[in-house]
């Protein structure tokens, strides 16, 4: 019985997450704001990929910087003068889109294009909480082991797009790039899968292009 209640808390927060989710997209509908999520782990690249957006991109940008403790990045993006807002999660291991929706009360959204949401650095807690971006990019690294994928089929089968970054390193820890765009197309065959290394900047401009043609949809 213990266990039965606790499957149907979990439903009813899912539930009412989703319920927010939605009306948190329909706040951004409204404000023509594209919202784009990136998911992935500690020390993937997340954080260089927005900064990397930020600089390349002809657009108006603001950042929601989530994580145990935001202050780190969300001071990296406001040094490129973007509208930002950090939040702390604290002990949870995802953002949720009840912490979205007041992050967008704080955010100049008419004078705003785009809206990047750095999500907790985790491949697993974030999977089923929708925040009500209109895109999710999942960023993998080599570094990370080229079994990583196969080992973590849930977030990548959500994915709108999927970025295996530090390609230029895959060498050096005995990464295969290739089987790990392999794993994402078992697991989800129609996803584009773009191989990156934000250090040289290495398909930063393929991901821009993926990016503009989701907004454009």
């Given at each position: ?28 509908d ?5 919202a ?9 690249g ?5 900064e ?32 930002v ?8 291991c ?9 992050a ?33 990019v ?17 977030i990548?089968?959500?994915?709108d ?14 990464a295969?790039?290739?089987?790990m ?6 697991i ?10 934000l ?7 393929e ?6 043609d989701?907004?454009?949809?």
């Amino acid at each position: 019985m213990h266990k039965i209640a606790e499957v149907e808390i979990q439903n009813d927060i899912l539930l009412a997450n989703r319920k927010l989710a939605k009306k948190n997209q329909r706040r951004l509908d409204r404000s023509n704001v594209f919202a784009v999520d990136f998911l992935g782990a500690i020390g993937s690249g997340k954080t260089t990929l927005i900064e990397r957006l930020i600089e390349n991109m002809d657009r108006k940008v603001a950042v929601i910087a989530g994580d145990v403790i935001s202050k780190f990045d969300a001071g990296r993006f406001e040094r490129y003068g973007v509208p930002v807002v950090g939040l702390n999660t604290g002990k949870e291991c995802h953002l949720d889109a009840h912490l979205v929706e007041h992050a967008l009360e704080d955010l100049p959204l008419e004078e705003v294009d785009i809206l990047f949401i750095e999500n907790v650095g985790n491949l697993i807690c974030p999977v089923d909480f929708d925040l009500g971006s209109h895109m999710r990019v999942v960023v993998v690294s080599s570094t990370e082991g080229d079994d990583t994928v196969e080992k973590h089929p849930l977030i990548f089968r959500e994915a709108d797009l999927v970025v295996i970054n530090k390609a230029d390193l895959a060498d050096a820890v005995g990464a295969d790039l290739d089987k790990m765009v392999e794993d994402v197309k078992h697991i989800n065959p129609d996803v584009r899968v773009l191989k990156t290394s934000l250090k040289t900047g290495e398909g930063v401009q393929e991901i821009i292009d993926a990016i503009e043609d989701a907004m454009a949809d």
